[in-house]
């Protein structure tokens, strides 16, 4: 009879107790070992804000099972039975004697665990720009539990009247939504000239950035820290950017991103890809077969382009923390990639993004067209309801679906998980549009915003609509170009808001036929309303009375993300 | 120069009018006819509970667009450039002549319209079926908007103390809902032992018979309607019914479904099909190939089976009429089925499907396996978390995920949308297990109930989990089967809610490896816990120690539809 099958696991955060947990209940003889280097495991590190906020008002809530258990080291063994070792970090691994080195952190012993089966599962860390004064008393970064803990007691004092914020990706933002909740005004500096930049299409995240400053959130684009001020007992007192000089304030949250823990992986000789991540194969292997990786340590392909990406996400380390406990025992399980989904709430809005956006999709040069479109996310008679600007990016030659976006206070998540699990199915435009989708009122439309949003495509493909995006046409009016803005909504709704400019002619649809004559026919026709039906039929008849140059404003006056007014250049 | 071409599309509802706003904005110049029987056009049929329990407070709302502009005549002709003839009843079609013969309602008078092309979008009626008293004052059915103006002035008199709804279809329960939520007492009546038959599995559906209990909604099932009794006003005074007897009410809402209408297709010789409804083909024309039908009065192709299906539905009639627009006019667009998703709140409980039933599956002949899976639809640190039962059906010979179905207060109708998508591109379940699906704490799981429900059939799959459906459970306790049922919660957990019976026995899963020879070997064994993930962990523990016999009862004690208490037999 041979040994008992012997399997490490390095991290015990997220990937690593599932790796752990699956392997268990496929092999209940093996001898399962998981090492973490703090004190804390198996946490919920994405709840971090929401336990800042007070929505998760019991910081043990982040390590308890569903069921109300706490997830430690007894957890870990009496339920799982996996033997997990607390505050040890492991510190070389050998690959020859197939054994790992670690070495406990409170008593410095040193300890050696063989295996036939490794699993790396060591994360990432935030990245640290760097930024002079970093080490001050009140410079926070937002990676662990404790992290958390000592923003939540700092803001408790009452004494951080602002923080300023350092990357607006989705750790700054979750983070910043956080202290705003608990009354502390925040300014976020992002070196980028949008928020999300890794996430949104510039149009999506402009939505985003308009709503941010009506919620009084103070944004600071394509600006740079400089350094980081304290006061003479060593405490944040002020940040020094590019644009804004100096910004007084009480706490600082570093947020630029994060990168993999791959030291370990690159010293014991595993390949590294060009992302900075572990490489692994779609059994989550490494480049030596008796070492699996998953998790925030390793790339990811991305399931359109098939290159390598990183994308550290939590549902990916949990679904690869699966397949390498099956894989690793005996088991053939597949990852197959990622489509880079996201979701999140800012600020009461919702985002929602899938597989490639408008920009990247063009720089892997797809022949790209996009349909923005705006739709309520339930029947608008429905006191529930909500709009949404959503966004799809089509590939105009093999005429399949690369991505799509929305933004709003409303269902978006819905519509984009719809997308990416008909993406993941190489759907084309054509396979959507008698999507069978759930409808009654309280949920949807009876023809839900994804497929309106495909409809919106496939007439671009048809010839029936061309659209113009809110960029574009900001740029043609600034520019001074001669049009017609033939804005078709009623009077009732002209009246309060519309765009101020001299070039704008309101045609209220209803009457569009009977007064087609007083519309220049010469003329570049720019067709305006709410939403962006109205335009696209007052296109159709402009088109059918002869006018050959006619575009609708995309998403219509909802998804238009600027002021009103223009600038004259 | 040849004349216009003409279209006469025949019921202005939803099929219809969709119909001709599409044909009008791919042909300007088409003379596009349009008639309706009724005054009202256009109208949100789905909408008449929310008007009636007063979501909806104004009555205009079921006719208005989303900019607010009312769906009649002169909208029609001024925004659409379809003429419109309320009031017109379509009598007879003449297909050698091609000319639909029609008469106006109000004043009698004959008219004939020439086509190129008919549509004929005649909708549904509701069945009636011939019971004693159903002409009475107070007995309503729920398909016009008049009908739900009609109840709610009779609920609004305050005279309405119970009323009773005859059938627990969708119509009946969203109408039972309505009035409940208007303080009505409400008693439903349906004649299959379930509510919802055509919908719901028996297991979900019991789910909701439990909360309907529970919110002391009164549901007699398998029960018959006798006949209404009037008083000597010729008002309703009560329903006979052959389990319950007398039933006293002021209001009895008909609501035993809907049949096609389709004796004008009938008269013209078109092709009904054995669903009784319009046979049609994938481009939505009928037997005449001049002559195209959609909405509540064709038939649909179910897409998993192939089998044609009578399925009206709201959203069904709109995808329809928009790909009757494009084919009339030169387009080539396809509908090629249904898959009968469908979502429903109900009594604030959310329930969706897609796909096939686990009854229909088997009935077709599938080799089926299913899983029933508890989980909640966020995090469940999480505030608004909400919990639900998924249940998703699938073929074990071909893998393919054949349906799915869910209940909660909770995000169901989005879970559901992503499985119909799956399965519209023939999804296995091996293709669910890395879906990319939105991940964040307000939004989902890191691990989606989606891709749990489906991972655990994968686990049946490979013979790592035994389920036991609750009714089975309930069968074999009853029967007095000897066996052990194995309740792995924690001491606090069971004590306010068990099942009652002495062949419980509490061993805390933390607890089960050490106690585990106190479980007898050679009985069968039943693990329990709340949502199901612990009683299967369990099982693994069960199996890997020797144990042959154990099963998992499926999606936990939050799923058990029934009392903890066991009848004796």
């Avoid at 991540?277 to 392909?301: H, K, L, R, W």
Wanted: include cysteine.
């Amino acid at each position: 009879m041979g040994e008992k099958q012997k399997i490490v696991i390095i991290g015990g955060v997220a990937a690593g107790p599932k790796a752990a947990a699956r392997a268990r209940r496929r092999n209940p003889d093996a001898e399962i070992i998981m090492l973490e280097r703090g004190e804390l495991t198996s946490y919920a590190g994405c709840g971090m804000p929401f336990f800042i906020s007070d929505m998760v008002r019991d910081y043990n809530q982040l390590f308890m099972t569903a069921y109300g258990v706490k997830r430690d080291a007894q957890y870990f063994g009496r339920e799982k039975g996996v033997k997990l070792y607390t505050r040890t970090e492991a510190k070389a691994i050998d690959r020859d004697k197939k054994e790992v080195k670690a070495v406990n952190l409170n008593t410095g012993e040193e300890m050696v665990f063989p295996y036939d089966q490794l699993v790396i599962a060591t994360g990432a860390t935030p990245f640290e720009p760097p930024i002079e004064g970093r080490d001050l008393k009140g410079v926070h970064k937002l990676n662990h539990p404790e992290d958390a803990l000592r923003i939540k007691e700092a803001v408790d004092t009452g004494e951080i009247e602002r923080a300023v914020v350092i990357g607006a990706g989705l750790i700054g933002l979750e983070g910043a939504d956080a202290l705003f909740n608990k009354m502390v005004d925040v300014t976020i500096i992002e070196l980028q000239p949008q928020v999300l930049p890794g996430m949104l299409d510039a149009d999506i995240a402009e939505k985003l950035h308009q709503h941010m400053k009506e919620e009084d959130v103070d944004l600071s684009l394509g600006d740079k820290v400089l350094r980081i001020e304290g006061d003479e007992e060593g405490k944040v007192k002020g940040v020094v950017t590019e644009k804004r000089g100096f910004i007084e304030c009480q706490m600082v949250l570093m947020a630029a991103g994060v990168r993999p823990n791959v030291e370990l992986a690159k010293e014991a000789g595993l390949e590294i890809g060009k992302t900075g991540a572990i490489v692994v194969n779609d059994s989550m292997q490494t480049s030596d077969p008796f070492i699996y990786a998953c998790g925030d340590c390793v790339e990811n392909t991305h399931l359109i382009t098939g290159e390598k990406v990183y994308t550290p996400m939590a549902t990916y380390a949990n679904r690869q923390g699966r397949v390498v406990g099956d894989n690793i025992t005996g088991g053939n399980s597949r990852f197959r990639g990622v489509l880079g989904t996201g979701v999140a709430e800012i600020f009461e809005m919702k985002v929602a993004r899938t597989g490639l956006g408008e920009f990247q999709a063009k720089e892997k040069g797809y022949n790209v067209v996009t349909a923005l479109h705006t739709a309520f996310d339930r029947t608008h008679y429905h006191p529930a309801h909500g709009m949404m600007v959503i966004k799809v990016i089509a590939d105009a030659d093999s005429r399949r679906i690369l991505g799509a976006q929305a933004i709003g206070k409303a269902e978006v998540a819905k519509r984009i998980d719809v997308i990416a699990t008909a993406i993941t199915f190489g759907a084309k435009i054509d396979d959507l549009h008698d999507l069978d989708l759930g409808y009654a009122p309280p949920f949807s439309a009876p023809i839900d915003p994804v497929v309106h949003a495909v409809n919106f495509i496939g007439n671009k493909f048809e010839g029936l609509a061309t659209g113009i995006s809110a960029k574009e046409f900001k740029e043609k009016v600034e520019r001074g170009d001669d049009m017609v803005l033939l804005d078709v909504r009623t009077q009732e709704q002209f009246a309060p808001k519309h765009f101020e400019d001299d070039r704008v002619m309101l045609v209220t649809l209803s009457d569009l036929r009977e007064r087609i004559n007083e519309i220049p026919k010469d003329k570049e026709i720019i067709t305006i309303c709410a939403m962006g039906s109205r335009a696209y039929e007052a296109s159709r008849i402009l088109h059918g009375a002869g006018f050959k140059n006619v575009k609708v404003l995309e998403g219509g006056l909802n998804a238009w993300p600027y002021d009103l007014e223009f600038e004259k250049k």
